[in-house]
């Protein structure tokens, strides 16, 4: 049975086609799987199905009626509803006002927080309804989207990309929620790039590239692999690097030991590893147990005793981050927007900051802007960033192409150690390879890498050497060759010495 | 000292209402999302408008509606301006002063009154003959209770009412509110234009009842105070009162103060108002703004 069917559907932007001539059906009760790179349009064809955006060809049929929504109300009223992304909620109401925004005919707030109490019940999402929404948790404020979707008893509930802000546990509890779903015959579109997430809980898949279905597939029974060369479009590039000697030690860290910096962070205990030129070490372990304290000791924001952190024998653990570039030390951390680049100002502007130093982009207390540009148009270039140009805000860049231009402006500053938190989060397939292929390339010439990743496939895909940080303490680093799943798991659970352990009994 | 308390604040009420008036029309549209600092343009201009079509037509409250709509029309071109053509707001809300100042300067000249319009005072039965708290409260012109009527209005609005509840959401989260279909700029020009009305009031409250006569600059700052008092108030709509009354009361008083020949030079006390409406400021803990408060809104993006 087809719930929704989408025929020929196809929108132009000036100067990119989001969607071309794209054909599928929903059936009903069906964990439906769109799949896509960032920019494969999957935004706009959602927008789409919701009213957000009117398709210049192509038909849509709903339960075998024409479907044309006018705007989201429209579609809401059809049966439509949605979970966004980016969560559209108003921290300042209460969850039940929240809530009553999102419905046509909202009844009385009693009533609706009668209801609102009930539906959580029913779906294993417990919620109060009085509560602020500014004063919820990533989990919870989702939970509001989806009982303000349920409320309405939708047809079909589009969720767009809703396991990035939610840990492990809470996307359990989404799962069985949307099983319990399908189950009572609500068809899902799902719209993910984890693949993973997606052969658990999707019965069908289709997949979109440069705004086009390229492929259908039933994710139980096609690897993550396939499918995501499906995405691509190409064979999945595996990272390689020259099997070129290792140098001297570039990197020692000796003794780290550092109080937690805020309240909710983590100390850092007696660290001692050491990096050589040509390699790459990559830390793993759980978020928060030290990683963001490391890479601010490592990069210079938060300065340590001298003797603590060196590079190339020079003790550097009390200079700040500028000097420590001058000298060749260049940092790229985990938060994109707001850390790694300013969000409202342009990449030139963002290139400059960093490479500034390195790069000699400043004369005599004066910036060299066409310099800057320049340095700007080559990160852009060279790692593929797809954007309008260099004056183009680093906020209107998705989270992959800016993840690419900030590790880019770092790897094209030649540093001789590069420290970088999870490269590739929340990036898509291609991008990531890209990334890491440019972390080993630099690595190849003779850098050394630092790469910090909750990603272990990631770690063990590139680096060398591997070493686990738990509660502020890192185990001794292990060459990766040979090193199996269930050794990373002790290790990452803080069981470094078992195997001493044994050897002495 | 020879005060009277009762005239006193019976004298606090009326000298409070044209700043109650224009601070509750800023404060929609504030929580709408919307900061606009022409409140003492529009204001002026509903004070010159509402003395000519008082005076002209004869009837007081003629006046009043003139300059209501004189007052929205003047919103009209920062709503164009802001909403449609994405001007900062923050400028144009200046400029609209300097043009209200203006444009009231140019209308005003040579308009004549008569000395017999007068906005006749109310005598509430029962509750006017109350001895002390009826000549307080219940010996007003209407424009004095309407004032209050309307913040308890706004009040139950933003409180109780679904489009209370949309124009909030617009002004805290306009890209939410525009993702679940509603229409951001609709409601944002409808706030604006409410609060050129309320601010056109305020103004022709000064001209026909408080001074009563046209003279330019008339309003003497009394927008930016109303400004400060939605701050001050935390964008609700209950404190707005006790803001305007302060200041109010405060300026009632210093008048009186002058009248009695304190040995205090006259300039403190007629700094008096504003320092302490600051030192109120500065003292409570502002609440929350709405988060998209003068944020420019573009449907597309």
């Known amino acids: 049975m087809t719930l929704l069917d989408l025929q020929g559907l196809t929108k132009a932007y000036p100067g990119v086609v989001a969607n071309s001539d794209i054909s599928f059906a929903i059936g009903k009760g069906q964990i439906h799987a769109l799949l896509g790179e960032n920019g494969a349009g999957k935004s706009t064809l959602v927008k789409t199905i919701y009213g957000l955006v009117r398709p210049d060809a192509g038909t849509m049929t709903l339960e075998g009626a024409p479907f044309t929504p006018t705007d989201p109300r429209a579609a809401r009223a059809a049966g439509i509803a949605m979970v966004f992304q980016h969560f559209s909620l108003f921290d300042a109401l209460t969850v039940a006002e929240n809530i009553a925004l999102g419905m046509e005919n909202p009844p009385k707030q009693r009533e609706l927080a009668q209801r609102i109490r009930e539906v959580s019940e029913n779906y294993g999402l417990p919620l109060s309804p009085d509560r602020i929404v500014g004063d919820l948790s990533a989990g919870e404020r989702q939970r509001v989207e989806i009982i303000r979707c349920l409320l309405q008893d939708p047809k079909l509930l589009i969720m767009d990309e809703p396991t990035s802000v939610l840990t492990p546990q809470e996307v359990e509890i989404l799962f069985g929620t949307l099983r319990l779903l399908a189950s009572e015959g609500t068809s899902i579109l799902y719209i993910s790039h984890k693949l993973e997430e997606i052969r658990a809980l999707c019965e069908h898949a289709t997949v979109l590239r440069l705004g086009k279905v390229v492929g259908t597939c039933d994710p139980r029974e096609t690897t993550s692999r396939d499918m995501a060369e499906l995405m691509v479009g190409t064979t999945l590039m595996t990272p390689k690097r020259d099997g070129e000697a290792l140098g001297d030690d570039v990197l020692v860290i000796e003794g780290l030991t550092a109080p937690a910096p805020h309240q909710f962070g983590t100390a850092l205990k007696n660290v001692c590893v050491s990096v050589k030129s040509g390699e790459v070490l990559g830390i793993g372990g759980v978020a928060g147990n030290g990683q963001d304290e490391l890479v601010a000791a490592l990069s210079g924001e938060m300065p340590v005793d001298a003797a603590m952190v060196a590079l190339d024998g020079q003790a550097i653990g009390d200079l700040d981050p500028n000097t420590r570039r001058k000298i060749g030390l260049c940092a790229a951390p985990e938060e994109r927007n707001g850390h790694a680049a300013a969000p409202d100002m342009t990449l030139t502007e963002n290139a400059l900051m960093t490479a500034k130093t390195r790069l000699g982009l400043s004369k005599n207390g004066f910036l060299d802007w066409p310099s800057a540009r320049d340095f700007a148009l080559s990160v852009i270039e060279g790692f593929d960033v797809r954007t309008p140009g260099p004056e183009t805000a680093a906020r209107a860049l998705s989270g992959g192409n800016l993840q690419k231009f900030v590790i880019g402006r770092e790897i094209l500053q030649k540093p001789r150690v590069l420290v970088v938190n999870q490269p590739t989060w929340g990036v898509d397939a291609s991008a990531a390879a890209a990334i890491r292929q440019a972390l080993l390339d630099l690595a190849g010439e003779g850098s050394a890498v630092v790469v910090i990743s909750q990603d272990l496939d990631e770690i063990l895909e590139i680096a060398d050497r591997f070493a686990a940080l738990n509660e502020g303490t890192l185990s001794p680093a292990v060459p990766t060759a040979g090193l199996t799943m269930e050794r990373i798991g002790l290790m990452l659970g803080g069981a470094h010495d078992m195997e001493a352990a044994h050897v002495e009994a | ?301």
């Open chain 2, 1 to 301: 000292m020879d005060i009277n308390p009762i005239l006193l604040l019976a004298a606090l009420m009326v000298a409070s209402t044209p700043i109650l008036l224009a601070a509750i029309g800023e404060l929609v549209v504030e929580r709408s999302g919307v900061l606009n600092l022409g409140v003492e343009g529009m204001m002026i201009v509903g004070a010159v408008c509402g003395y000519i079509a008082g005076h002209s037509s004869g009837n007081p409250y003629l006046g009043f509606v003139g300059a209501a709509a004189a007052g929205a029309a003047l919103s009209l071109i920062f709503a164009v301006l802001t909403q449609f053509l994405l001007t900062n707001q923050v400028a144009t809300g200046l400029g609209l002063t300097m043009f209200g100042l203006g444009l009231s300067s140019l209308i005003g000249q040579g308009s004549k009154g008569s000395p017999d319009l007068t906005v006749s005072k109310l005598h509430i039965p029962l509750l006017a003959d109350i001895p002390v708290i009826g000549p307080i409260l219940f010996q007003h012109d209407v424009m004095v209770y309407l004032s209050v009527a309307i913040v308890a209005g706004v009040w139950a609005f933003l409180k109780y009412s679904r489009a209370g509840l949309i124009l909030r959401a617009v002004g805290e989260n306009h890209d939410a509110a525009h993702a679940l279909g509603y229409n951001v700029r609709a409601v944002r020009v409808l706030a604006i234009m409410f609060g050129g009305a309320c601010a056109g009031l305020a103004g022709a409250y000064i001209s026909l009842v408080r001074v009563p006569q046209w003279i330019d600059g008339i309003t003497a700052g009394a927008g930016w105070i109303a400004l400060a008092i939605v701050v001050f108030a935390s964008w609700k709509p209950w404190r707005l009162i006790a803001g305007a009354y302060l200041f109010g009361g405060v300026t009632v008083l210093q008048l009186n103060l002058q009248a009695e020949g304190l040995k205090i030079p006259v300039e403190y006390l007629s700094m008096a108002p504003y320092l302490a409406t600051i030192v109120v400021l500065v003292m409570i803990r502002a609440g929350r703004a709405p988060a998209s408060l003068g944020k420019s809104f573009h449907p597309s993006t």
